[in-house]
């Protein structure tokens, strides 16, 4: 503990500093001489009277800063009024002289233990406020209250939790929140995009394979399962996950081992389970396409995100979030959020969600104008160009145009997939195949 004596009388000051071995001693005569330490100790024990002031001239400028320091006064025989006023005042404690060292031991004892909790408070507290921003998960609206109310009370267990939403709802953002909460934040967040992984291979992906299990398995490799070992493996898009792995992987759950294709021995894993998904999973359930038992296995704690239509309360923070960021990002200013900016994104129906109104605030940092999603194209197989005579790279050009219809789409995958005229699976696995996020 730092402390900070305060005494105008030289005499007293001497005898005082060799009672305070305690501490880390530094002494003043005057407010004027004591004031630049403030901010620097833990502790001021200050005389009433000071040649140029009195001490609670120093307790009220201690009041004003950011960790104040604890301030004791010691006042002078007989004036118990001074010892009164300055704890009305906000001092910590008084001794009035003259004191025993037993007293001034133990006064001083008190109130560096209430400082020591006041001051580890502070750092929880701040530790808390930290790990809030962490997850930066922006919502005011009672909807999203009571999703990030779920999230924190979930967050630090081990139950497996099932997220749905519409595509851009924040269902990643939601996962990686949980992963963070937990004690598991220092080891992997793995996630599997269920629906992105072609069928024949999404076995050896998920569990790993033995070395020549089948042909081009050269190496033995770990799956998906095995790298999130100790932390938390994403099951990103879940109702894509064909029929024959929902069993596969409900075995895996049920048993908390996973055995490599081609291998026979089983491997103990601990594994946090998020899974989401934007289709019904319930109704999937009814048509036949997803195993009722792994539906109830994955469903312990479902987190619902509402699609952003629902939550209009939210657009303003999440527009200034995102302008924000992007400037930032960007390196340009922050474009102002005017008012009829706001009325036009507040009546927009948002098909994207957040994702949706995330790439309309950067196009606004970018383009410095707002421009809303361009509709969809009709299929009139009327191109706007011709092939150049030189020919033509086709797989740049594919990736272009995947890109571009992306950023379209506000990097909706299902609307993507529409605009294109493909099936989702085969645009995944196109996305897939040029490494397009
Ligand atoms: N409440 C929010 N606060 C801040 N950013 C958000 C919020 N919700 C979503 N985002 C941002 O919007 C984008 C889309 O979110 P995310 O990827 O989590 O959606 P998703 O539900 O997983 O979508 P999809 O189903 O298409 O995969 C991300 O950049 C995410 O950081
Ligand atoms: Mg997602």
């Known amino acids: 503990m730092r402390l900070l004596l305060v005494e105008d009388d030289a005499d007293q000051r001497q005898l005082l500093s060799e009672l305070l071995t305690d501490f880390e001693l530094t002494a003043a005569g005057s407010v004027a001489e004591a004031e630049p330490w403030l901010p620097k100790v833990d502790l001021v024990l200050s005389d009433w009277k000071l040649g140029d002031g009195d001490g609670l001239m120093l307790l009220r400028k201690i009041q004003r800063l950011p960790n104040a320091p604890a301030f004791v006064m010691m006042t002078a025989y007989g004036t118990i009024s001074h010892a009164v006023e300055a704890m009305r ?56 209250q009571r999703v990030q109310a779920r999230l924190a009370k979930v967050g ?65 490799r770990a799956g998906k399962f095995e790298a999130a070992n100790g932390g938390t493996l994403f099951l990103d898009e879940i109702g894509e996950l064909p029929l024959l792995l929902q069993s596969k992987l409900l075995r895996v759950l049920q048993e908390g081992k996973v055995t490599r294709l081609g291998e026979h021995h089983e491997r103990q894993l601990d594994v946090r389970i998020i899974a989401a998904t934007n289709k019904d999973l319930k109704a999937e359930v009814q048509a036949g396409r997803f195993r009722e038992d792994l539906y109830y296995r994955l469903n312990v704690v479902p987190v619902l995100l509402p699609p952003l239509r629902e939550r209009k309360d939210d657009i303003p923070a999440l527009s200034r979030h995102f302008l924000g960021l992007y400037a930032r990002r960007h390196g340009q ?60 790279d086709w797989e740049a050009f594919e990736r272009h145009c995947l890109e571009k219809a992306l950023a379209l789409n506000g990097g909706n995958r ?23 996020e």
């Open 89 to 144: 005042q906000g001092a910590d404690d008084y001794l009035s002289k003259p004191f025993s060292r037993q007293e001034l031991a133990l006064t001083l004892e008190k109130v560096s233990r209430a400082q020591r909790l006041k001051h580890d408070n502070r750092k929880l507290s701040q530790a808390l406020t930290d790990q809030n921003r962490l997850t930066d998960i922006i919502g005011g609206s009672p909807a999203m």
């Open 156 to 220: 630090d267990t081990d139950a497996t939790v099932l997220i749905e939403g519409e595509s851009g709802t924040g269902k990643e953002l939601a996962a990686r929140a949980l992963h963070r909460l937990s004690k598991r934040c220092d080891k992997a967040f793995v996630a599997v995009n269920c629906g992105a992984i072609p069928e024949q291979l999404a076995e050896s992906e998920l569990f790993g394979t033995d070395k020549g299990a089948f042909t081009g398995a050269a190496q033995a």
């Open 414 to 436: 299902r609307q993507t997939a529409r605009y294109l005229g493909l099936g989702y699976k085969a645009l995944l696995y196109r996305l897939e195949k040029y490494d397009i």
């Open 333 to 392: 200013a922050e474009p102002p959020l005017t008012h009829p900016l706001l009325a036009k994104l507040q009546s927009h129906h948002w098909p994207g969600n957040v994702r949706e109104l995330a790439n309309r605030m950067e196009r606004l940092v970018l383009l410095g104008e707002d421009s809303p999603m361009a509709p969809l194209a009709g299929g009139n197989g009327d191109f706007a160009f011709s092939l150049p005579p030189g020919g033509l």
